[in-house]
C-alpha cells in the first residue's frame, strides 16, 4: 500500500502542477503540510517528491523547499530517432505538419558534401514547420537520396515520411549522428516560425543512415528555445 500510496501523491501533485495550480516559480507546500494534507508518513511525501525531482518537475532546495520548474517545455529525445508524428503522439497536444516544399533538386555543394552525393545526383528537399497547439515551433528542412527514396508526395510528408520509407518501401532506417547548436534565426526561420521575439533557435543536425550504413538523410531540424529541453539518458561505465 506504501508503494501506491506515494505514487498516488506524486500523481497528485503532478496533477496540479500539469493544470497550472502549481505554476513554474512556484513552492510546494512544505512537507510537514504535504504530511498532514495527505494523512501519510513524512518518507511516503518524501519519495513522491523525490519523484518529482527525479522527472524534472520541482527543484529541491535546501532551505526553501521544492520549486516547481518550468514544465512547459516538450521532451525531445536526443539519443533516439523519432518522426514528428510519433513525437506528437507521445506529446498528446494539438498538432499538424505545414509543408513548404517537397520537390526534387540538384545538390549545391553544401549539400554534396552533407549527404556525400555528386552533382549528378538528386535530392528531395522537403521544408516542413511543424505546430502544436496552433504555434509552429519546428522548421524542419529533410533532404534524402533519391537514390534511396524514389518518390515522395505533398501528402506523405504531411503525414509521416519514416512511416512511409519503413511501412509502404521496406526501408530499414539504422542510426544517426546527431550535432546540436544554437544559431541565430535566418531569414527562413521568421517566415516559417512563429519566433514570439526570440532571436536563437536550437539546431539538430542529424545524419541519417540505413541498415547497410548508407547515409540516405541530411536533416536541419530548427527548434524554437522556449519550447523543447533536450532529453538523454547515460550511465557512468565503471573501470
Known amino acids: ?27 510546494l507546500p ?7 494534507q495527505y494523512g501519510t508518513s513524512r518518507e511516503t511525501i518524501r519519495k513522491a517528491l523525490n519523484l518529482l525531482s527525479e522527472h524534472g518537475y520541482i527543484q ?29 503522439q507521445k506529446i498528446g497536444k494539438p498538432s499538424r505538419t505545414i509543408v513548404y516544399e517537397c520537390d526534387l533538386v540538384k545538390p549545391d555543394e553544401k549539400l554534396k558534401k552533407h549527404l556525400h552525393v555528386t552533382s549528378k545526383d538528386e535530392v528531395w528537399k522537403v521544408i516542413r514547420a511543424r505546430e502544436i497547439e496552433g ?15 524514389p518518390s515522395l508526395t505533398r501528402e ?8 512511409y520509407l519503413e511501412e509502404e518501401l521496406g526501408i530499414k532506417i539504422s542510426f544517426a549522428k546527431k ?38 538523410q541530411y536533416t536541419e531540424s530548427r527548434h524554437r528555445l522556449d519550447k523543447f529541453r533536450f532529453v538523454d539518458f547515460a550511465r557512468r561505465e565503471h573501470l
Open 60 to 88: 529541491k532546495i535546501k532551505g526553501k523547499g521544492s520549486i516547481v520548474l518550468d514544465v512547459g517545455k516538450f521532451d525531445f529525445p536526443v539519443s533516439g530517432l523519432i518522426s514528428f508524428k510519433e513525437l506528437a
Open 135 to 149: 504555434e509552429r515551433i519546428i522548421l524542419d528542412k529533410d533532404f534524402f537520396n533519391k537514390q534511396f527514396v
Open 156 to 163: 506523405i510528408c504531411e503525414d509521416s515520411i519514416y512511416e
Open 30 to 36: 512544505s512537507e510537514n503540510q504535504l504530511v498532514e
Open 179 to 216: 550535432e546540436i547548436s544554437v544559431d541565430e534565426c535566418t531569414e527562413e526561420d521568421k517566415k516559417y516560425l512563429d519566433l514570439k521575439g526570440y532571436t536563437h533557435v536550437v539546431v539538430v543536425r542529424n545524419y541519417v543512415y540505413l541498415d547497410d550504413a548508407s547515409l540516405f
Open 1 to 27: 500500500m506504501g508503494e501506491n500510496k506515494y505514487l498516488s501523491i506524486y500523481n497528485d501533485l503532478l496533477s496540479k502542477i500539469k493544470n497550472g495550480i502549481f505554476q513554474s516559480g512556484m513552492k
